[in-house]
Nanobody
Framework: QVQLVESGGGLVQAGGSLRLSCVAG??????????MAWFRQAPGKERDFVASISWNGRNTYYADSVKGRFTISRDNAKNTVYLQMNSLKSEETAVYYCAADRTGYGIAAAQYDYWGQGTQVTVSS
C-alpha cells in the first residue's frame, strides 16, 4: 500500500506559479520502484493526465497543454514528487492528484494503482 499526500495548492492569479508536492508514506526503497504522475480534474469533467515521471527521474512525459510551462521532478531520498506550474491559466483550475504505478509512466489514469486525496488549485482571471 502506498499512501500519497499532496500539498501546495491554493489560489493564484492567471500567469502565476505554484509548486505542488506529493509525499509517499513508504520506505525510500519502495518509493524508488514506482513511476509517478500528476492528473487533474475540473468540476464536471474527467480526470486528465498532466505529467508523469519514471522511477529514476530520467524520463518524463507531459500533456501537450502543459509542455513548456509545467515541470515534473522527483527526489527519491525524500519520497517526494513535485509539479512546478508556471504561467497558469484560469482553465487549469482543478483538483490536482498524484498517482503511483509500478509498471510505467503512462498517461492512462486506469494504469495507476495508488492515488492521493488531491489538492485544489484555483487560478483567477
Amino acid at each position: 500500500q502506498v499512501q500519497l499526500v499532496e500539498s501546495g495548492g491554493g489560489l493564484v492569479q492567471a500567469g502565476g506559479s505554484l509548486r505542488l508536492s506529493c509525499v509517499a508514506g513508504v520506505s525510500v526503497r519502495t518509493f524508488s520502484g514506482y513511476a509517478m504522475a500528476w492528473f487533474r480534474q475540473a468540476p464536471g469533467k474527467e480526470r486528465d493526465f498532466v505529467a508523469s515521471i519514471s522511477w529514476n527521474g530520467r524520463n518524463t512525459y507531459y500533456a501537450d497543454s502543459v509542455k513548456g510551462r509545467f515541470t515534473i521532478s522527483r527526489d527519491n531520498a525524500k519520497n517526494t514528487v513535485y509539479l512546478q506550474m508556471n504561467s497558469l491559466k484560469s482553465e487549469e483550475t482543478a483538483v490536482y492528484y498524484c498517482a503511483a504505478d509500478r509498471t510505467g509512466y503512462g498517461i492512462a489514469a486506469a494504469q495507476y494503482d495508488y492515488w492521493g486525496q488531491g489538492t485544489q488549485v484555483t487560478v483567477s482571471s
